[in-house]
């Protein structure tokens, strides 16, 4: 079985010229099949500021209306996605830019309403693996943003670390697939001042612990939640780190394992 | 030889939601491999007077400066291009958006200066048909905004009725091309007031005698000059119309003949 890479990249390299550039360098020479999810950045806030869209927030979670979905597919399926795109073609890299309405890869549905109405914000119900798989085996990397649709024209703000891992996830029946969060740290640390504190392996046992410890908290939560739903789907490898973890072998990083 | 249709509609269906619901129901029932090229609109425009960007004209032509661009890719790449990808989605159209860049399809050079500099507009040097026609022998549609891109890494404003002819040309070594551009009017009109007014055929010999009797001018010149570019090229078939005419076949329009 051939392997697959899933590498998410996050604000701290989107919102950064010269780390975009430096990173895309190095992700075009990762050898064989491999899909580059992107979130945002502050990118989005900046412009819904310089169009006097109100950024809504509830309990501290922004809700996406229609106006801020709009700002969102501007500047995630847009700007950010095109311009990525276009600097892999500059190293070589044939990439196709996607959101989940394209191929019809990741179809999702309206977060249910509970107490809080979150808008178009979308849950993963289906990844369509078909499309991509075609594209895979010519040689095509396909470079995702946080965008899904629902199969009847809408389309939803997602969660970029869950379509990183819902696409793992959706692959793990065809490729041995490993999924990388990039982010600004080098893992998931013990002591959140010191960089070089990295808790080099974390598995359901110790993972109970470090919540308790509430050494694992805040942002930190949702991101191993989806770690651990991919490694329990048959996703082979989850790491966690700075993005020289996949061009340096001897890169502290965490590896989340069953 | 398969047909393969390359359709390009403008901005009277992209800013006129009904209609553009319209065209995609229609577009997605036409058999066969398919390719939509969409301008536009008055979007860009809106969106740029709201972000406080001034639109910069030189003899009546917009100045593509780096602002210019971003609100381009945003508006053309995400916004537009996404919706319409959604909707086809839900049409049963297994479409993928696409620029220029993605797939390195379509491959420009920055417009030479002589008396003004356009900016970020980009003159089309090449089609590169592989990734796409793997995506067409897939029964998946590409769907065109008008950004193409340099190799690199520099995004470019393209005409997207130049995108659209380029693209046929491009595949007409691999299937029967042919062409059609949608617009508001039946055709090119012997009397720009009657819409019943269609010459039905324009050929190389009659299109002298309709510039030199003003019949044809302004907007109308480029888009002819396309056409006829197409033609000479190896386009089977070219036609301006509304969008009808791919819909129903006793609808008038312009074909353009060699």
Redesign the interface.
Known sequence: MQTLKVIKIGGNIIDDEQALHHFLEGFSKIKGPKILVHGGGKLATK?AN???VEVKMTNGRRITDADTL?II???????I???I???L??NQC??????G????AIVSEKRPVKDIDYGFVGDVLKVNTN?LE??LN?Q?TPVFCA?T?D?????FNTNADTIASELAIGFAKIFKTELYYCFEKNGVLQNVNDDDSVIENINSENYKTLINEGIIADGMLPKLNNCFHAIKHNVHKVCIGKPEMLFSLNTKHTTIQA
Do not use: C, P, R, W
């Open positions: 412009l310089q169009m006097g709009d597919t501007m500047v995630y399926a847009g700007k996605n095109k311009n795109v276009a600097k073609q500059a044939n990439a196709i830019g996607f959101s309405a394209d191929g019809n499309t075609v594209l010519n095509v965008i649709h199969e009847n024209g809408q389309l």
